[in-house]
């Protein structure tokens, strides 16, 4: 089991910057590759970035790659999501996600993920 708390969610200006912070409970955190997902008014849920357990493989959505950075900290049991150059259209509630299955490979559907946050708003007003 896995538990995930989001935080680091706010109102910022187009062309910000916020960092999102996941905090992990439970003893396979470290074995577990992490999501970030977003999902705006009327719309559904959709992939935004995903790291290995360990770390060194990540993988991005075309709409955030070269301005988000998710990263994460294993000996604090918390996954981060980097988010400059924001723009209106980033605005959504984000949710972090962990894949219990421990495969090394890096999902970017909701169905590959076992456990989610309660998810945080990030509005980026123009």
């Known amino acids: 089991q896995v538990q995930l708390v989001e935080s680091g969610g706010g109102l910022v200006q187009a062309g910000g910057s916020l960092r999102l912070s996941c905090a992990a409970s439970?003893?396979?955190?470290?074995?577990?590759?992490m999501g970030w997902f977003r999902q705006a008014l009327g719309k559904d849920r959709e992939f935004v970035a995903v790291?290995?357990?360990?770390?060194?493989?990540?993988y991005y959505a075309d709409s955030v790659k070269g301005r988000f950075t998710i990263a994460r900290d294993n000996a604090k049991n918390t996954v981060y999501l980097q988010m400059n150059s924001l723009k209106p259209e980033d605005t959504a509630v984000y949710y972090c996600?962990?894949?219990?299955?421990?495969?090394?490979?890096?999902?970017?559907?909701?169905?590959?993920?076992?456990?989610w946050g309660q998810g945080t708003q990030i509005t980026v007003s123009s």
């Open positions: 790291i290995s357990w360990g770390g060194g493989s990540t």
């Open positions: 439970g003893r396979t955190f470290s074995k577990s590759a």
């Open positions: 996600a962990a894949d219990g299955s421990g495969s090394a490979y890096l999902g970017s559907h909701e169905s590959e993920y076992d456990y």
